[in-house]
Every structure is written in C-alpha cells, then in structure tokens.
C-alpha cells in the first residue's frame, strides 16, 4: 500500500450491496504499481442517500468514482456533464470530478471492444450475435454495433431487444436486427455469426452449471465471450473452448472497463497485466463464491 499523504486522491465504488466488489483491488493495485497517489475505498450507499452521497463527492472533493447496482442510471440526474455512452444509455459506470463539475462515462462498452480487440479479435464485417438487452447488454450493443458487420440481438423479453435494436438503427444509422431469445433464433443466427457473446447473467454463481446456448451449436471458427466472470470459466466458456472455439472471459471485460476509468481518473495508461492478476487472485482466493 502506497502510504496516504495529504494530497491523496480518493476514488471509490458506490453501490449496494458493494462488500464482494473487486474494484478497490484492481484499481490500487494499479495506483501501487503506478506509483500513484490515489486510494480507492468501497462505499455502500443506499437508494434513499445516493443524492447525498453525490454531495458529498462535490464536498469532499473526491476525485473520482464507479457507479454500480442499483444506482447506474438513477446517478445520471446529479452529473453536469454526460459522454455519448452514457447519453444513449442513461446508465452511468463511472464518475470524473473536475474542481466541483461531476462528468458521466459509461466504459462497459468499450470494455467490451478492447476485451476482443487486445486479445486479437477482428470485427469489422463480421456478425455478431448478443445474447440480452439488460444494462451490460445495450452498452455493449451500443459501442459494438458500428465496429461489427452484423449485429443480432435476441433477449428473453423480446420487448426490449426489439426497442433496442429500433434505437441504435436510429441513433447510429445502422441496421441492427432485435429477436426474442429462443433456441431456433439462437440456433438460426449462430450458423452464420463469427461471435457470440453472453451478456444475459445465466451460468453467474451460485447457478454456474448453466448456459443457453447448447453446446452442439458451438464451432472452432467462432470467438466466444461471456461478460459473467465470476466463475471465471463459465459453463458457456468451457463448452466453447471444448468445441475449439476462442474464448473470451469475462474478466477481460471487467479489466479493461476499469482500465478505460483509471484512464478518465488519472491520464495514465493502465497496467492491464497487473490489473488482470489483481482481479484472478481475488476470485480465487474468494473461491469464485461457488
Ligand atoms: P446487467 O446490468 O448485468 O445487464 P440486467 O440489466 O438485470 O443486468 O440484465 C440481465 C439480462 O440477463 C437481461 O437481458 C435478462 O433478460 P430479461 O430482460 O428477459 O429479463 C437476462 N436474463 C437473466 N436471467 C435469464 C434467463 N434465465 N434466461 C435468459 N435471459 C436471462
């Protein structure tokens, strides 16, 4: 630990419930590395006291936060400023204070993005096929979409993944195709895509021994990536890789959606590898909470 001086940074987590958050590992394991003068503490804010706690950000001058369940979207009213991201989304993961002016960021999406990019995965012309239409899944729909040739959503509330797709043909000006989630629409659109990502909570611990997609549908020629990281390998992912597919983890995206907040806090490139080995200690030495 880096020792706490008069001019530390704080940065933090809020959410609740926020005690099995990794972030406060990842992030001063980079500050350490770094060399940096920052902390970053975990606070657990309940809904009724989310507007004081953003108070207390301007008061305290807090430097920077991440905003987690339940609070992502309900945080949006108190920023003064909002990146694309979170202007499409609503939904806020991190929070740059600059002298008193709060700026929203939202970086699950391009979390995403760089997960497949660092780990050498082409987009451009391929089809992408997005399993869900929750507050990860749009955000990954809505900084994919322009990167990817194809783009299919299909999620259990057929609702929400046609509105979506209706509203990113809209706002981005590309064709983007919303389906109910059933085993033909998955067994359809799977035969033709070039990457599956899961971005529904199924195969999450303690329900681990689950996944939607069944495993005879999965090819060597198909790069895999679930957004669940904790277990680290899914059911999904170990089905993928037994089939010859790429995988993706999980804890790709989470690392490099923390890295693109380090970046907003300090302006120094993050140390991904450090950030990565930060983030598997921790999983297992929790035991992955089988
Ligand atoms: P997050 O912020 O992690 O995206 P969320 O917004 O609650 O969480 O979204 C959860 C996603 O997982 C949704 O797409 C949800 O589908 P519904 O919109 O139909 O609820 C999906 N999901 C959760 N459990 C599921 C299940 N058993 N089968 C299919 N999809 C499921």
Request: neutral net charge.
């Amino acid at each position: 630990m880096m020792a706490i001086s008069g001019k530390t940074r704080v940065c933090g987590v809020i959410g609740d419930p926020i005690e099995h958050t990794l972030s406060p590992t990842i992030h001063n394991a980079a500050f350490n590395h770094l060399g940096l003068d920052f902390v970053f503490l975990a606070f657990r804010v309940k809904t009724a006291d989310l507007e004081n706690a953003l108070r207390g950000m301007r008061g305290l001058g807090i430097h920077g936060l991440n905003v987690t369940m339940p609070h992502k979207n309900a945080v949006t009213a108190y920023l003064d400023e909002l990146d694309e991201a979170v202007k499409f989304l609503g939904s806020t993961n991190t929070i740059l204070n600059k002298d008193g002016k709060l700026s929203g960021f939202n970086t699950d999406g391009v979390g995403a993005l760089k997960a497949l990019r660092e780990n050498g995965i082409e987009l451009a012309e391929k089809k992408l096929l997005l399993l869900g239409a929750g507050g990860a899944a749009k955000a990954i729909a809505f900084s994919l979409a322009k990167e990817v040739g194809e783009l299919v959503v299909l999620n259990r509330a057929d609702g929400k993944s046609k509105e979506l797709a209706e509203r990113l043909t809209i706002t981005l000006d590309k064709k983007v195709v919303g389906d109910a989630l059933t085993p033909d629409a998955i067994a359809d659109n799977l035969q033709d895509s070039d990457v599956l990502i899961n971005a529904t909570s199924v195969g999450m611990n303690p329900a681990a021994n689950q996944s939607i997609v069944p495993p005879q549908l999965l090819r060597s020629d198909l790069t895999v990536m679930d957004i669940v990281y904790n277990p680290v390998e899914t059911k999904l992912a170990k089905n993928a890789k037994a089939a010859g597919a790429k995988v993706i983890s999980g804890v790709e995206m989470l690392i490099y959606q923390g890295a693109a907040s380090f970046e907003i806090w300090t302006g120094h490139s993050a140390p991904i590898k450090v950030m990565r080995k930060a983030a598997l200690n921790k999983l297992s030495n929790a035991g992955e909470r089988k």
